[in-house]
């Protein structure tokens, strides 16, 4: 028998390895290099959070894959407060180190593979294809479930609101989506890092009972602390929804030593419990975003969606790396939209999570003024 060949055979290319000439480019301006081709907060970690961590700095025990009652009830507390959730406990929520690790190994943790189907949406976040791989499974990115014909997947992702578009799927579909996977069998996970990062709308869980018609069963959404607090560097994140379904994440989270350290998870009790850093940090966002989106359309572009996110979506009708060299050519960097899948190739992703200094400096080189 011939060996397996290495795992990273099975996995697309990384795609930001492509904007190496272009960043270098962009630090060549005379000004310094603008980045927005990525997500990450710039601002600082609340107060409230850092106190919580330092409290907690004494932590010589091992913490227990389950996480502390205490963290549990916080994102309980959190969905129910912020976003109408209502029936959860304690058995339908798991802490987890990040929500991008949990993503890339939640096929193989459910026990997906060969043979088996996993569906993404079609520009999407590329990690939901990367967890597919990893399992050995076959995916297909879609928007469209009737395409997929008399075949079932045994796993389908949501990311309402949407990375990299911004886009909002309204409660009417989300229930539409559920009530289709009830009926197959199939695993609904939703992704809803951004559902407190919305502008123009306001976003609805897929656990709401509106949504699910008061029962969890087959259905879990992601969480994710990185954007909403600013606790990126943390690795705060959880997934909630069917007990049944956390119940199998957990029993292999256990074998692997998967768990969330304890100053951390004290972190986390402290942002989930305190909303006025939110309503701080979204009033800064909000700011950021109105000059950038200005400045786009003064520019010549067009701006779809971007509705919620800490993105927009944004296109002249040309191919997306046109526009990256553009962009690089005035000192800025943005994502291509082609990472996010063939549908993305007349877009690009502007970010504004630079700081107030680098997206005025942006705006100023967009508008000419710079």
Known sequence: ????????????????????????????????????SIGTPVDPTPNVVQQALREAADSP?????????ATRQAAIDWLRRRFGVTGLGLGGVLPVIGSKELIGSLAVHLGIGSGDLVVYPELAYPTYEVGAALAGARSVATDSLTALGPEVPRLLWLNS??????????????????????????????????LEC????????????????????????VHSLSKRSNLAGYRCAFVAGDPALVGELLAVRKNLGLQMPMPQQRAMIAALDDDAHVVEQHATYAARRAKLKEA???????VDHSEASLYLWATRGEDCWETVSWFAERGILVAPGEFYGPAGRQHVRV????????????????????
């Open 1 to 36: 028998m011939q060996p397996a060949g290495p795992v990273s055979s099975r996995l697309p290319d990384f795609p930001w390895d492509k904007l190496t000439e272009h960043a270098a480019r962009a630090r060549a301006h005379p000004g310094g290099i603008v980045d927005l």
């Open 61 to 69: 025990g091992y913490p227990t894959t389950i996480g502390l009652e």
């Open 161 to 194: 609101p949407s990375n990299p578009t911004g886009r909002v799927l309204p409660p009417e579909h989300l229930r539409k989506v559920v009530d289709w996977c009830r009926e197959r069998g199939t695993i609904l996970v939703s992704d809803e890092c951004y």
């Open 198 to 221: 919305a502008w123009d709308t306001r976003p609805t869980s897929v656990l709401h009972p509106d949504v699910t018609g008061g029962s969890h069963e087959g259905v879990l959404a």
């Open 296 to 302: 786009l359309l003064l520019a010549g572009f067009r």
């Open 351 to 370: 970010a504004f999570t630079a700081t107030d200094e680098h997206v005025d400096a942006g705006v100023a080189r967009l508008t000419g003024r710079s």
